[in-house]
């Protein structure tokens, strides 16, 4: 039971046996700095079922506190709060109590129903960017967040390996590639189809100019252009089957997936199902029909169907157009469907889309729910901002993309420049030089990104993230491995890792330390229902805070008695513990050495 449920029950004692009052929820807040405690108990909100003063109320329940609780050790009263000052032997045994805990902060049991987490979701006509860095770390993270908060997850991604802007990548292969190949050029694979990608777009432009130039309207033009009308005729060929197209289209694809690999490992991400559009992209008809039957959807003169969605607050949306074909809602609500049959204990799904698509998901949400279909309930939408950067926006057929594999290269560089400028990696080979480069780098673009709550646009800013100082990656990773060095020295002292005498007195740091230690199982909780890695990531800052304060007030290794030195190597190795713990929840790892 945690300190505020301990509490939670005395206050309601408190009011009953005083005031003779059923105090239906007590309400608390940390303690302010400027006053003695450790918790709060606002009294304002009593006052509707007690009359009185709120000073001498809380002084009332303050002295039963005192009289009837173990825990509590002292109180104070300023006006209408009530500082609860809780002992010593409190914080002691509940470190005690979790100082060997494996897995402290993460449940312990898995509930039944599972969620699906899907994220990345690329095309395969060009390499993976900044934008899905964002997507990826967001996704893996919460996947994460998720199970240590007791869900069974499946993590997911719909990779778009069809339609139009495939078709223009291997046409342009087709047109400028004189048989190129990943293997001819050592190119990745995604890189070299993203090139063609681009090289669609200069020779279309080009096109377009010149049938500006014989006097064509620029609309028309664009309409107009033949390697347009031709990439739309080997689309029309690919869904026909066409051996040839077809066999093309499977090894510029099979070239892609290799590179999108090679990305994902580096990046540290992974997945438990993989669904391809090609597969899934008639998924949904079926649907569409059985929800005309009952009367979901309805039919325009043209054939065309639709959902009048006007009472919600929307619009109407279409679901399969006058010829028969589907739009990408039908696909969404197929693919939907096929999950849940692929694994029947799914109970919800997180869908990990930028908030261009916001009104896109709560049409596809209402729809499944106005379906009949249960789990439609616990979809959710983790609406992320744009990244940018200091140079602006990017675009992708105009090949300005800040390309991924390149940016975690260039971060480990950064971090390999700050590094060798601080000078504290003689003792370093150079193969452990490049693996701790690589570690902070990665840890520092993750953490600038997964610190900033999903919904707000980031301005990255590359040199700023890998800075040893302030709220970043290698300001966290340089502690933990601070604290790495402490229990090497510890160890060679032979300290022994004995439990803490209950009895003793604490400092006020050790205390503060302990109490934020105490938040990690609800941070974790609380960034589950959230979907919020940011959470994790500002609750670590402050819990390195916490303990940088702490570190640099009391003395460690250096306390002649033994019985603080024991609690206190022991604090700083549960530190390690939880920070290491709530960094692999953002796919971050944490050097021993820096």
């Known amino acids: 039971m945690s300190l505020q449920e301990i509490l939670g029950i005395q206050v309601k004692k408190a009011t ?38 709120p000073v001498q109320i809380g002084e009332k329940i303050g002295t039963f506190l005192m009289e009837q609780v173990d825990v509590v050790s002292g109180y104070n009263v300023i006006k209408g709060f009530l500082n609860i000052v809780v002992s010593d032997a409190y914080y002691v045994n509940f470190f005690n109590a979790v100082r060997n ?14 969620i699906m987490v899907e994220y990345s979701s690329p095309n395969t006509n060009k390499p993976l960017h900044l934008g899905h860095i964002r997507n990826n770390l967001l996704g893996y993270s919460v996947a994460e967040i998720l199970k240590a908060a007791g869900k069974k997850v499946y993590k997911t991604q719909i990779i778009n390996d069809r339609g139009i802007h495939i078709c223009k990548s291997m046409l342009a292969w087709q047109r400028f590639g004189n048989g190129e190949t990943p293997e001819s050029t050592g190119l990745k694979g995604d890189k070299l189809v993203g090139n063609y990608y681009v090289a669609f777009d200069k020779a279309y432009k080009k096109e377009i100019a010149a049938l500006e130039a014989d006097g064509m309207d620029t609309k028309l033009a664009e309409k107009e252009a033949p390697i347009l009308k031709d990439a739309q005729g080997m689309l029309r060929k690919w869904e026909a089957g066409d051996a040839e197209i077809v066999a093309l ?154 390309d991924a594999d390149d940016l975690m290269v260039d971060m480990a560089l950064t971090a390999a420049n700050i590094s060798e400028e601080l000078g504290k990696l003689e003792a370093y080979s150079e193969a452990e030089k490049q693996q701790l480069y690589k570690i902070i780098g990665l840890g520092a673009l993750k953490y600038y990104i997964l610190k900033v709550d999903p919904k707000k646009r980031i301005l990255f800013n590359p040199e700023e993230s890998v800075d040893f100082q302030g709220n970043t ?121 820096m």
């Open 101 to 114: 805990e494996a897995h402290f902060g993460h449940a312990q049991e898995k509930e039944p129903e599972a």
């Open 473 to 593: 990656g290698p300001f966290i990773q340089y502690t933990y491995a601070r604290i790495q060095s402490i229990l090497r020295k510890a160890n060679a002292m032979e300290v022994p890792m004995t439990p803490a005498e209950s009895d003793m007195a604490l400092h006020p740091k050790e205390k503060e330390l302990i109490k934020q230690l105490q938040l990690f199982p609800e941070t974790v909780q609380l960034a589950a229902e959230n979907y919020s890695p940011a959470l994790i990531a500002n609750y670590t800052y402050d819990l390195v805070k916490e303990f940088n304060s702490f570190y640099q007030q009391v003395s460690i290794l250096g306390e002649s008695d033994m019985q603080k030195k024991i609690l206190r190597v022991q604090l700083s190795k549960k530190v390690a513990e939880v920070i290491k713990s709530a960094f692999a929840l953002l796919g971050i790892q944490v050097p021993d050495r």
């Open 16 to 53: 009953n046996t005083l005031f003779d009052v059923a105090l239906p929820e007590v309400e608390f807040q940390p303690t302010r700095k400027d006053f003695e405690g450790d918790i709060t108990v606002v009294v304002f909100p009593m006052l509707r079922l007690i009359k009185g003063n």
């Open 249 to 402: 289209w499977k090894k510029m694809n099979g070239w892609v997936y290799d590179g999108f690999n090679v990305t994902y490992t580096n990046m540290g991400v992974d997945f438990d199902k993989l669904y391809y559009e090609s597969d899934t992209y008639l998924l949904g008809k079926d649907v569409v029909a059985d929800g005309l039957k009952q009367g979901v959807f309805y039919k325009k003169d043209d054939g065309s169907v639709w959902i009048d969605l006007s009472d919600e607050g929307l619009d109407e949306k279409i679901v399969l157009r006058s010829d028969g074909t589907a739009v990408y809602m039908t696909q969404d609500i197929g693919t939907a469907i096929q999950r849940v049959k692929d694994y029947p204990d799914i109970g919800g799904m997180v869908y990990t889309v930028g908030n261009e698509q916001d009104y896109h998901f709560k049409v596809l949400f209402l729809i499944l729910k106005k379906l009949g279909f249960g789990w439609a309930e616990k979809l959710y939408h983790l609406s992320y901002g744009m990244v940018d950067l200091p140079s602006g926006k990017m675009k992708s057929r105009e090949g300005t993309v800040v």
